[in-house]
């Protein structure tokens, strides 16, 4: 009879993310309590001919999308946290999922400045009562949603030493900056009741619009890197390893790549030339040390004299 091996315990788990349920939760929260205040808004901003009022309520409406699909990322991750055709795991589902949300923002900050521009030439009269009071309570619930968010942030944060969850990061980022939009509209129309000021609207809408693209530019730059597998500029891990590998004075790192596969994980391969190499098993154990790195693939070859090279067996 042939007997079967179990190689179960040699399998190399993929699995880099960390359990977010409470995060998930408070997202799908967020997202009933945002919609809800969106359609207030833009319903308000239309009747009251208000621009900064209504590019809020755009403003928001980004947000829903981005609670969405920071919920989305979520659950798939969650989902397929242990299919092995993800190589790497499922932690750059978030990462696109922010990438998505950027690339709307980029669209709809575009949107907002040029129908502000078109209101700076065509003026409407704004209904300012209404509109203001409309502008406070969703200030309200911006703030609310910030605290709701805002312990989950910071745990995140201090949790890992390098990134944050960038889904979490999102989310926590557009009610900030949507509660500013909507200082900024409050701002415009009192001006405008008590000054007359009706430039004052169209000319926050575009400030708003601004910020709006400004966020999206940061998040695309950060999560473009990853889903790229460029390595950090702000992390000296490739420096650590090199130096952690050859402090033998034997062993010479000719070939190093690192790049993010979860939120503060890293993955490496690594080739490494010496005189007398150690085992693959030897130069993991030098890097044991680095918790951050969960993936390491290590290749060894011999060096002659003759400075001729060849894979050591």
Known sequence: MQRRTDHSRFTKRHDFVPDFSHAERRTRIVIGITAAMMIIEITVGLMSHSMALLADGWHMSTHVLAFLITAVAYYLARRHAANVRFSF?????????????????????????????????????????????????????????????????????????????????????????DAFTSMLAITALTGGKFFGWAWLDPVVGIIGSGVVFSWAYTLLRDTSGILLDRTPASSDLPHQIRRTVESDGDSTVTDLHVWQVGIGKYAAMISVVAHEPKSSDSYRELLREHDELVHVTIETQHCREDHESIANP
């Open 89 to 177: 795991g499922t932690g750059k589902v978030g990462v696109l999922g922010g990438f998505t949300s950027a690339v709307v923002l980029s669209i709809v900050a575009f949107l907002m400045a040029g129908e502000s521009v078109r209101r700076l030439f065509v003026p409407l009269a704004i209904h300012f009562n209404g509109a203001i009071g409309i502008a406070c309570v969703g200030l309200l619930v911006n703030l609310g949603c910030a605290l709701l968010l805002a312990d989950r942030h910071h745990e995140a944060g201090n949790g890992s030493a390098h990134h944050d969850d960038l889904n979490l990061r999102a989310a926590y980022l557009h009610v900030l900056a």
